[in-house]
């Protein structure tokens, strides 16, 4: 038996050859041949000497060294593994299977091993061993102390202590995809986005079954434009998982939003054949079928879910979304009885609504008032807006926007003239102009389309960087290419949405008013179409409105008048700048006189008049807004004069509106924000 100072000395040899098999190969192999010589067979002699001929590239010399030992030791995780690798180089794959097999059954935690068959199967074309390899990796690492440190790590908010221990992880094993998901996630927490896309994306690359991973990814991908790529993502989360109604509902949440109406209604309906028979389910179908302008399954959907959770507030504000049904007795009576139970503001708010729409169904605009008041006092309280940030952009554009200005960059941006841009206030027509549009053989509707909005916004952010003074320093620094490079962008981003081929299509989110001048730089060919309403039906009528995102200026009275009237003070600027270069509808008018309307309409867009185009109620495209049973109805007057009943409470926003509301539709001369 050897001694303790011969022990020791043992010890230190063995952790000096194995330190050195990552920088010097055979300097290592040395040091266990001459161990080997001293000790013969010791079995940790054996294992680095066959590591190191592998490292040095001699697979033969490894190979019968680390069969022999594997043979002699059939309970060592280590050497089986080993083994495997130099099998797996060698090209016998089905035989370093078996030893991967061997080595995880021996060690259910090791998570190289895992990692390494995972690869092997994938090798053999074995894609759902291979990813149920993954998932085994995926729990052994969690288990992991360092990891598990990193992780409390991060979400005590101590970011850095997370990313020095997932680093130095990372360092000493590239390839570990525990380590990289991790990192990726504390990089998203940190809003380092494209950082952590990169770290998921190298992830699974590694480990495409890692479910976590991809479910990361999914979650941080939708945030910005390239839904498509989180839709695949979250297909193919639903193919290694057919059975989660998680990845279900996720994969239909984005089809919607890529406008793949029908596919997400199908997804739904083989959830509720699958007897999936939640609420959520048979709201979300209601949505679907809303947009594909089946009102009677939308009804019967929403009464679905209502009937499985009275207190749900989305399906009853859902229901009196569709503008066409009302509410009787017995839906006022189950909705104040459901109102105690709603415990979530957002829901509590849409319930609020809803009984809004009720009381205004019976005729009684006293409650009625009361109960949108309570509503929109809710919501404000629960979001972030300032209507000075609202003003003082408006000032900045018509103060850049001047007809010099815009000479100045004639000839720079993207020539394609494929957007038709319809922009204005919610509740201002724009559905309806969007309708008679996309009725047209040449013009494709789509819907309200976030991509120009997100290219404004990231020129915003520049500014709160500090890079630029302010907005208007930063589209002055655009440079002719760089026009041309941002309109490209748009076209780019908004060509996921376009399914049919129609040379022109139309974007109608109405917050694109604020950026009617970037239009005009990157995209100097587009149409604008300003869809505009009588002030106080189009705000009131805002106002009365839950809007699911956005819109955060629409529920309070005061601040929706000022947003209306700095909109329309830019607008002024900029047709005194651009004179014709937007085309103003005003619903009113349209209403009065459709087929002159239309007719003008038509022949600023630059296509020749159809007739089908007066006939838009017929188009059974899928609409998303709160006004898609309403155009799909011929126009009526009734709705135009539809605030004065409750006229007697809306002082607040006539005040704000000012000269705005006295001049209409004409605009006040100068007028100024």
């Not at 043979?71 to 090209?91: C, H, I």
């Not at 991973?213 to 979650?219: F, G, I, Y």
């Not at 208007?472 to 655009?478: F, K, Q, T």
């Not at 209306?564 to 509808?585: I, L």
């Amino acid at each position: 038996m050897p001694s303790s100072a011969a022990t020791v000395s043992l010890d230190a040899a063995f952790a000096h050859a194995g330190a050195l098999l990552g920088s010097d190969p055979a300097l290592a192999l040395a040091q266990a041949r001459e161990i080997l010589r001293a000790v013969p067979g010791h079995p940790q002699a054996v294992l680095i000497e066959g590591q190191a001929l592998r490292l040095l590239g001699d697979l033969a010399g490894a190979r019968a060294v680390l069969a022999a030992l594997y043979a002699q030791q059939p309970r060592s995780a280590l050497t089986a593994f080993e083994f495997a690798l130099v099998l797996g180089q060698a090209g016998e794959v089905g035989q370093a299977i078996a030893a991967l097999e061997r080595a995880v059954q021996l060690k259910p935690d090791f998570v190289p091993a895992w990692a390494a068959l995972a690869g092997a199967q994938r090798q053999a074309g074995n894609e759902s061993r291979a990813r149920a390899a993954d998932v085994s990796m995926v729990a052994a690492a969690a288990r992991d102390p360092v990891l598990l440190n990193a992780a409390v790590a991060m979400h005590a908010q101590n970011f850095g202590e997370a990313e020095r221990l997932l680093d130095d992880r990372i360092a000493a094993n590239p390839r570990d995809a525990a380590a990289l998901r991790l990192r990726g996630e504390v990089a998203w927490r940190q809003g380092r986005l494209d950082e952590a896309i990169g770290m998921l994306h190298q992830t699974l690359a590694i480990a495409p079954g890692f479910a976590a991973a991809r479910e990361l990814l999914v979650r941080i991908v939708q945030m910005g434009p390239d839904v498509a790529e989180a839709l695949h993502h979250a297909q193919i989360l639903l193919a290694d998982e057919p059975d989660n109604v998680g990845h279900a509902l996720l994969a239909a949440s984005l089809q919607v939003r890529l406008g793949e109406q029908q596919a997400a209604a199908t997804m739904y309906r083989r959830l509720i054949a699958r007897g999936v028979d939640q609420p959520r389910v048979w709201l979300n179908l209601g949505h679907v079928e809303k947009t594909l302008g089946r009102q009677g399954d939308a009804i019967s959907a929403y009464r679905r879910a209502l009937a499985r959770e009275p207190a749900l507030g989305e399906a009853w504000w859902s229901l009196a979304n569709l503008k066409t049904v009302r509410f009787d007795a017995a839906d006022t009576a189950a909705m104040l009885a459901a109102e105690p139970a709603v415990e979530d503001d957002e829901q509590a708010c849409q319930l609020l609504f809803a009984l809004g729409k009720a009381y205004e169904d019976a005729g009684d605009a006293a409650r009625s008032f009361d109960h949108y008041a309570r509503a929109n006092a809710l919501r404000r309280s629960l979001i972030d807006y300032d209507p000075a940030q609202i003003e003082t952009g408006a000032r900045d554009h018509a103060a850049l926007f001047t007809a010099p200005f815009i000479a100045s960059r004639a000839g720079a941006g993207c020539m394609a003239d494929d957007p038709v841009f319809v922009v204005g206030l919610p509740r201002a027509g724009s559905t309806l102009i969007e309708q008679i549009l996309s009725s047209h053989s040449q013009i494709e509707g789509t819907m309200e389309l976030p991509d120009l909005m997100m290219i404004g916004d990231r020129l915003n952010t520049r500014v709160e960087d500090g890079e630029f003074a302010s907005f208007a320093d930063a589209l002055r620094a655009l440079s002719h290419a760089d026009l041309t490079r941002l309109g490209e962008e748009y076209i780019d981003r908004t060509r996921v949405h376009r399914k049919e081929p129609k040379p022109r299509f139309i974007d109608k989110m109405p917050n694109n008013w604020m950026y009617v001048g970037l239009i005009r730089l990157i995209l100097p060919r587009a149409t604008v179409i300003d869809a505009r309403r009588h002030p106080m039906g189009c705000c009131f009528s805002g106002w009365k409105q839950f809007f699911a995102r956005g819109q955060v200026f629409t529920y309070d009275l005061d601040e929706i008048g000022r947003y209306y009237r700095a909109y329309v003070a830019q607008m002024a600027a900029f047709d005194r700048a651009a004179p014709g270069a937007v085309h103003r509808v005003i619903y009113e008018a349209m209403v009065a006189d459709t087929a002159g309307e239309v007719r003008r309409l038509l022949a600023h867009v630059g296509v020749p008049f159809e007739d089908q185009c007066l006939a838009f109620y017929t188009n059974r495209r899928a609409v998303r807004t709160a006004s898609s049973e309403q155009v799909r109805q011929p126009i009526f007057t009734d709705g135009i004069d539809h605030w004065r009943q409750f006229e007697p409470w809306l002082e607040p926003l006539r005040a704000a509106l000012g000269s705005v509301a006295t001049y209409y539709p004409d605009v006040a001369p100068e007028i100024a924000v």
